[in-house]
């Protein structure tokens, strides 16, 4: 039988996608050089490029694996001669992937300036197949690595800091964080799992209680956070823990796994219920300090990364969805050719440039904290956007991956079709993990009470828009415009503690809509830009920030066009 075109079709789809990821998207590239400028070295790139092909060529290949035969972690409490083992079983396609993430080096990029971009270079790449398993370990365990840098003893460092710094996936060592319980994870303050001092040893304290999400269950080294007995109630008498996961190398110390939960989305990812009891564990830092270093240390790290998550699975998506449209016919043309479809597609690029535009800017500020050069002003902004860029990215990335699948139809919706059923599940997960939307808005409304964050933000934000190229004129002023009516606005919400945090959620959603925009005029204005990264930077601000009338034809149209130009 003859082959049908339509699936000719999808042959000559299959063959298009990408096999770099890094050449795939140039808007990296013109994000880290508006940031970084000079500092971006064709060192860096090389990297980032080879580590392109390879999530590509063999990571991607792998998670799809472990997804379409769904074969995701496996607990095994006993082991065939009946020792309590607590053993996770991964799928051999899983570890391939492991192994080719590891020895990337994205565990042991150096804690610089430049360091902080190759590790937030080669993670966007990753996150393009989705959290696949990987994601979330590798997180975990720059968190860990960077508490330990930063809080732990020297013994503690000279035992486990090599292991964190590994790229030898097999021999690495590899950290969680272990915050939520059962009673919410939102209030942290509200934990009850126990630190006791351990009897014998001086150092040593023994944690007993019940942690409800323990994702990398697997994990080598688990970062507890829990209350020393005695300690004061709610967040400020926490103390967090290192807890080797075995003493001997095969026992588990002191802790159970009660079940791996059946989740949505991270499917690779083992995420359990653990009973400690008895752990010996290890102090990070002063006992009584424990939820500054989980928030400074793990949380802040795991919010930009996810940001570079969220954004990388944006990417995946739209750069599976436009291959698909130029090769997908209906009625007679390919898909792309209808406005309707065109329109997705644009507004997907746009979101997508913005998320990296943005989470390029904190990377910035990341990197200078990291190259000990941040001022004040640095920090005040990446208080502000570690948290408001997070919730941001992560609504957003779900809304994109959503407009991909409607690019795909009823393809869209098929398992192993393509993997945006995959990106879709991670990238919902990715919106409640390290902190819902609410929580985070709550926190950056105490932020800008507490230390006047918005204010710094503010004056940020004029500033950088001076700099902003004479041809984005008409984008400037808008959102100029926009900006002062939102400021004394959002003053009041802050100051006026009976106004509902709803008022604050949608305010701090258009202040940091409009940080986004004047990211991407920065790209736009850079030498090597040219005209699509200015319809790119014009259509998000008549989407975003320009007022318009519901009953007009959407300002941003005329756009769409220029924004799909493939350079
Ligand atoms: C797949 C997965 C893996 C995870 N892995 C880990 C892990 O490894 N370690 C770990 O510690 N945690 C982990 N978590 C837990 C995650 O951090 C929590 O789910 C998250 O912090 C929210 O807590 P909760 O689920 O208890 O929601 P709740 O705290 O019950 O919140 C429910 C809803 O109420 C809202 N809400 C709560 N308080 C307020 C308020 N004051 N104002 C307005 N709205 C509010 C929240 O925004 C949310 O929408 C994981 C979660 C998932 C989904």
Known sequence: MAEQPGREELLRWRAAKPSNYFDAVPELTASFEAWMGPKFTLALRDKLSNFGAVVAAEIEPAVRIVESNREFPKLHSYDELGQHVEHIEFHPAHDDAARAAWASGVLATPRTYEGAFELAGLFFLLSHVGEGGLGCPIVCTIGLRRALETHGTKSLKE???PGLLETDADTALRGSQFLTEVQGGSDVGGLTTLATPDDALPDAWRLSGEKWFCSVADADLFTVVARPVGAAAGTKGLGCFLVPRSL?????????????????????????????????????????????????????????????GSTGIMSGAFLEAS??????????????????????????KVETAAALASTTGLTELVARIDGGNASADDLALHRFLINANKYVTSITASEVVHRGIEVLGGNGTIEDFSPLPRLYRDAVVFESWEGTHNVLCAQVRRDCAKF????????????????????????????????????????????????????????????????????LMRIASSPSSGEVEKA???????????????????????????????K
């Open 452 to 519: 006047g964050l918005s204010h710094v933000v503010f004056q940020w934000l004029q500033s950088e828009l001076l700099d902003v190229a004479p041809w984005l004129s008409t984008e400037v002023d808008t959102v100029l415009t926009l900006l002062n009516q939102l400021e004394p606005a959002l003053n009041k919400t802050i100051d006026n503690s009976s106004e509902l945090d709803a008022t604050f959620r949608h305010q701090l959603t258009v202040l940091t809509r409009a940080l986004q925009a004047t990211c």
């Open 159 to 161: 035992r486990y800091l």
């Open 248 to 308: 001997d190398g095969v026992t588990p110390n002191g802790f159970r796994i009660r079940r791996l939960k059946d989740k949505l989305g991270t499917r690779g990812l083992a995420s359990g219920e653990i009973d400690f009891e008895g752990a010996l564990a290890y102090p990070i830092g002063e006992v009584d300090k424990g939820f500054h270093i989980a928030v400074t240390e793990l949380l802040n790290t795991s919010r930009w990364l996810n940001a570079w």
């Open 536 to 566: 790119v930077a014009s259509l998000f601000v008549r989407l975003h920030l320009a007022p318009r009338a519901l009953s007009e034809k959407p300002t941003w149209l005329p756009l769409v066009d220029a924004v799909l130009v493939v």
């Open 323 to 348: 291959t698909f449209a130029r090769h997908r016919s209906a009625f007679g043309h390919s898909i792309d050719f209808y406005d309707g479809v065109r329109e997705q597609l644009a507004l997907m």
